[in-house]
């Protein structure tokens, strides 16, 4: 009969092969994509704003990101995954952002780049000299060339063809384009997934500047832009055959994480509305905006869309920012079915205000009308955040203060407004769609090459991992402690 000793050690045993099990098999199923909370509010109202604007930038089969985190403004407002560079590939915490285009990750002998980031993962720099496949990218190759519309000046034989971005906020990533293999998830099976890589053109950033330089709470390895140019990751993998151009998401910010796939979505089906031409974002043509069954008095060209104006539809940013004479128009509106309540500016730009009650049924939904009579419904609990620690609730709904060029106000619709929803992003008919979802849920996605129909799951990875090592590291510390007391 087997003594208590054993027993133990035997039960030991099970328990840690079924938990390393459970990590590999989690590690083979998706990019690793989280957005973190602050604790309570440790970035300030303002802080939010200035991260919308910086992240405007510019402004195969199927593959599956694995989404984490929650995307309410009283979180950090910053979406990520964990991607593979190299031969042999080392990990990368990168951003996932639809505002913008090139893949750039921090470099080995980059000036300023961040160390530490809050979000508790190691930052790596990448050096193509560690990588058996890279190849750096000069002036007068192709893609070079077509980036910059044209031959450089003053190019010569072996100078490296560089790049630099500029962000609204004064923060500035320099360096140089790299060629290397990216390694990620190719959905191969309901809810499954295996590696694969494709050789791709990236940033590797010399110099960071402004909070991109900083180790902060807002620090990563680099940005990963699903933007329409040719030099996005997306384009590229289009390019080489791997995948179509068509990827959506769906934020979850009830429970957190969501769906972040690449691949056609045939269920659940999604009603689209045709995406301006030759724009640097997003854009798409709004018709009105009703609340609680009024329509907005607005001069008839305010959403006008042409010469980049118009309205931006942007995962990569937080908030929704409207021009000055919707945004007046609709927090009136809002508030209007609570008279009473008494108002508080806090960073100079949030209105405020105490409530106990339920906010979905003590203010109205807000709804946008768009071409092909698709409309984008905003319910009170998404266009109002609150700060449980101050007791308040936020309206969410900013005034824009920037401009086109030709001074027209801009209309920028964030996670405010796309939260809870599937969004579809169509760029082989150049479409865009959404539909209330449950984001926790899962969507159908067609395989590019064969034609078979796989499920793909929603993720919250935000502390998954952490939390099975940290079950493992527990109980092999209680394990210890039991064996040593049956031994003395």
Not at 334 to 347: E, M, N, S
Request: aromatic share 10%.
């Amino acid at each position: 009969m087997m003594d208590l000793k054993s027993l133990v050690l035997l039960v030991a045993t099970i328990l840690v092969v079924e938990i390393c099990l459970t990590i590999t098999a989690n590690a083979n199923l998706v990019f690793q994509v989280e957005r973190h909370r602050n604790r309570k509010w440790n970035l300030s109202l303002s802080e939010i704003i200035s991260h919308d604007v910086r992240r405007r930038g510019r402004f195969l089969s199927s593959v599956d990101f694995n989404l984490g985190g929650n995307g309410l403004p009283t979180v950090n407002g910053m979406y990520f995954t964990k991607i593979g560079i190299g031969s042999p590939p080392k990990e990368y915490y990168v951003q996932v952002d639809t505002g913008s285009d090139l893949l750039w990750v921090n470099c080995a002998n980059c000036i300023k780049c961040p160390r530490r980031s809050s979000f508790g993962m190691k930052l790596t720099l990448y050096d193509p000299e560690d990588s058996k496949t890279s190849d750096l990218v000069y002036c007068d190759q192709e893609f070079c060339t077509s980036t910059y519309d044209g031959p450089l000046p003053d190019c010569k034989r072996n100078i490296r063809c560089l790049y630099s971005i500029a962000y609204g906020d004064g923060s500035e990533t320099t360096g140089y384009y790299v060629k290397d293999y990216l390694t990620f998830n190719r959905v191969d099976g309901d809810l499954h997934t295996a590696p694969q890589n494709s050789s791709i053109v990236f940033g590797c950033g010399a110099v960071q500047s402004g909070t991109l330089g900083s180790s902060s709470e807002q620090a990563l390895d680099g940005i990963l832009g699903f933007g329409q140019a040719n030099s996005s990751v997306l384009s590229q993998l289009s390019a080489s055959g791997k995948v179509k151009k068509i990827f959506s998401h769906c934020l979850d910010n009830i429970r957190g994480g969501g769906i972040f796939a690449i691949g056609e979505v045939v269920e659940p089906k999604v009603k689209t509305t045709p995406l301006v031409p030759k724009m640097a974002h997003y854009n798409v043509i709004l018709k009105d905006i009703e609340v609680n069954g009024d329509v907005l008095e607005l001069p008839t060209d305010i959403f006008d869309s042409g010469n980049g104006k118009g309205t931006i539809i942007d995962s990569g940013t937080t908030l929704a920012y409207l021009p000055s004479m919707v945004y007046d128009q609709i927090l009136k509106k809002v508030l209007a079915q609570q008279p009473g309540l008494q108002l508080y500016i806090i960073d100079q730009q949030y209105t405020c205000f105490q409530y106990t009650g339920n906010v979905d049924s003590g203010f109205p939904v807000v709804k946008f009308h768009f071409e092909d009579s698709l409309s984008l419904e905003v319910y009170p609990h998404d266009y109002l955040f609150e700060n449980k620690d101050a007791g308040i609730w936020c309206v969410g709904w900013q005034k824009n203060v920037e401009q086109t060029k030709d001074g027209r106000d801009m209309t920028l619709l964030g996670d405010l407004v796309l939260s809870n929803k599937l969004v579809v992003y169509d760029l082989e008919n150049m479409a865009i769609g959404w539909t209330d979802y449950d984001c926790s849920s899962s969507i159908k996605v067609k395989d590019a090459s064969t034609g078979v129909i796989h499920t793909v799951g929603a993720h919250n990875i935000s502390s998954a991992s952490t939390f099975l090592i940290g079950r493992m590291l527990t109980l092999f510390l209680l394990l210890s402690a039991i064996i040593n007391s049956l031994t003395n």
